[in-house]
């Protein structure tokens, strides 16, 4: 098979490829590297390559699987990692220049796991700075280009993580999610990002943003490779005080149905939220991709929803006092070292009082429980992903419908409320603006709620073609 | 509830002292607007009665009582 169909190929038919011993998966290594070195100069989706380690990984599961030692899916697959995930030996960077020589002496609970699956990892991925911002800029590495326009944003923070899927550098990434950093990317990159349930996936060895709103997730090519990455990564892990502790389970389970899997689902569309500050092309996907779901049977209406611009509001100073205190010291002694932008978002942290936060998580709590109330009525809720499409690199503000707001407020606002109210959801690719630029659909569950949740979404991915372009780069 | 008094430039002066922050003037002077936009946010939190949920609850986004 030639090197660049081997980049193309879903996780299950090049690990079904490598478990019949059809391909080695130092074939497949080779090939994702000569395609990173072909593609990375225009796109920057990487901090640090890992060629060797890579490549050695790879021999190691070429010799397993000859042994009859076939791991699973994962086995012999190369995949990235978002540069906050600790890799022993391989420098963490989180987006800092502070941290830029930091080498760990130990691996994150990601790191591990995919080395349980026998994973290849062929590097670690850009990201905007300590993992506060929703673009993909980052002034010590310079910006993640999207890939289906060079000279706009990818999205962010887990920003190389939707690159390198979208461009076929990597089969499938890692990134977190604190108010939308595995969404937004996957939604302007047009790949699959799932943000699972709080504390479904470790965090030990991630560099935190905010104890009780990170988040671990996949980015992918398809819905079925997002479950399957699940499966490898959820698991309850002692050394995170939020991992859950959750039965194993499959979360493929379901997704034989195809497309018949949306039938019957009551999915709640997000009104009250914003139709007045999202970009008309983003809107029109959307409700294609509404259209769509009612075709495969869905039964989708308006949901009534609590105030999700407070859940924004407590969201933004719950995450930003932890922010604060977690890196209080570096804003402190290193400020200047960082972007000032960033520097700012942490050190406005340092002037929430305790009450207020404490006040804030108690709004949150209360919303939560509002928000799964309006869950009884409806399975699903689905909103677009993000209110505008991929803005360009040098764009600050964009102007929707007459009224012009901050870009991070076109690519947060609406992913972040579910993150502070810890949902799982996911964003599939559902269309492309005017100009050619990749739209996301967002779909949320109760908690836990992914078999649901993977269903839903691979019932309308496989009933269309969206997920299956990529970008000429 | 009591609003919560705006923050005036001088206060946060003094704040940020206190806090041991950069006072590099021009920081400062771009750190304000975003201080001034956090307790807009945390002004308009105040205005909600969030009485029902106990004090003590609501420090993670897991509610005690849901199945885990």
């Known amino acids: 098979m030639a090197s660049d169909e081997l980049t193309l190929l879903p996780v299950p038919r090049l690990s079904a490829l490598i478990e019949r011993r059809e391909v080695s998966p130092v074939e497949v290594t080779e090939a994702y590297l000569r395609r990173i070195d072909e593609t990375e100069p225009r796109l920057n989706a990487f901090i640090t390559r890992m060629d060797d380690q890579a490549l050695a990984s790879a021999r190691q599961a070429e010799a397993e699987v000859i042994r009859g030692g076939y791991r699973g899916p994962f086995h012999g697959v190369p995949v990235g990692l978002k540069d906050l995930f600790r890799t022993k030996g391989v420098r963490t960077t989180s987006g800092s220049a502070i941290d830029r020589e930091f080498v760990p002496d130990e691996d994150s609970a990601v790191a591990e796991r995919f080395a349980a699956a026998g994973a290849v990892v062929v590097g ?116 995170d005080p939020a991992s859950l502790r959750v039965a194993p389970r499959d979360y493929t389970n379901g997704l034989e149905r195809g497309a018949e899997g949306a039938a019957g689902t009551r999915v709640g569309v997000v009104e009250s939220f914003g139709w007045d500050l999202t970009e008309p092309g983003v809107r029109a996907a959307f409700e294609a991709a509404m259209t769509q779901l009612r075709t495969l049977g869905a039964d989708a209406k308006p949901a009534a929803t609590p105030d999700l611009a407070l859940v924004n509001a407590a969201g933004s100073v719950v995450q930003t006092a932890e922010a604060a205190a977690l890196h209080r010291e570096r804003v402190l002694s290193r400020g200047r070292e960082m972007d000032q932008a960033i520097r700012r978002r942490i050190e406005s ?102 078999p649901l949740l993977l269903r839903v979404a691979h019932a309308y991915q496989v009933s269309t073609e969206w997920h299956t372009r990529f970008p000429d780069v | 509830m009591a609003d919560r008094p705006a923050l005036t430039y001088e206060e946060f002066v003094a704040l940020a002292m206190l806090y041991g922050l950069d006072m590099d003037e021009e920081h400062l002077r771009e750190l304000f607007p975003e201080v001034e936009a956090m307790h807009d946010r945390i002004a308009a939190l105040e205005a909600v009665d969030a009485g029902e949920v106990p004090p003590g609850s609501g420090l993670s986004p897991w509610d005690a009582s849901e199945p885990q």
């Open chain 1, 124 to 239: 670690k991925l850009h990201m905007t700075e300590m993992a506060f911002d929703g673009t993909s800029l980052n002034r010590h590495y310079g910006p993640a280009r999207n890939p289906w326009d060079p000279e706009r944003m990818a999205g962010g923070s887990s920003s190389g993580s939707g690159v390198a899927v979208a461009a076929r550098q990597a089969a499938l990434t890692v990134g977190t999610d604190t108010g939308g950093s595995v969404r937004v990317p996957a939604a302007l990159c047009g790949v699959t990002g799932l943000k699972p349930t709080f504390g479904l996936i470790s965090r030990y060895g991630a560099t935190p943003l905010s104890w009780s709103m990170d988040h671990v997730g996949p980015l992918s090519r398809s819905v079925l490779d997002s479950a399957l990455a699940l499966n490898a990564l959820a698991g309850h892990d002692s050394r």
């Open chain 1, 349 to 450: 942290g340092l002037f929430i009082p305790a009450e207020a936060y404490l006040h804030a998580q108690r709004v949150r709590a209360m919303l939560r429980r509002e928000l799964l109330s309006t869950l009884e009525e409806v399975d699903i809720l689905a909103s677009p992903t993000t209110a505008i499409a991929a803005p360009r690199l040098d764009q600050q503000r964009v102007t929707i419908q007459g009224r012009e707001v901050h870009i991070r407020e076109g690519l947060l606002r609406i992913t972040r409320v579910f993150s502070a109210v810890g949902l799982p959801a996911i964003s599939v690719p559902c269309g492309f603006t005017e100009d050619v630029l990749p739209v996301g659909l967002q779909l949320v569950g109760k908690p836990l709620s992914e």
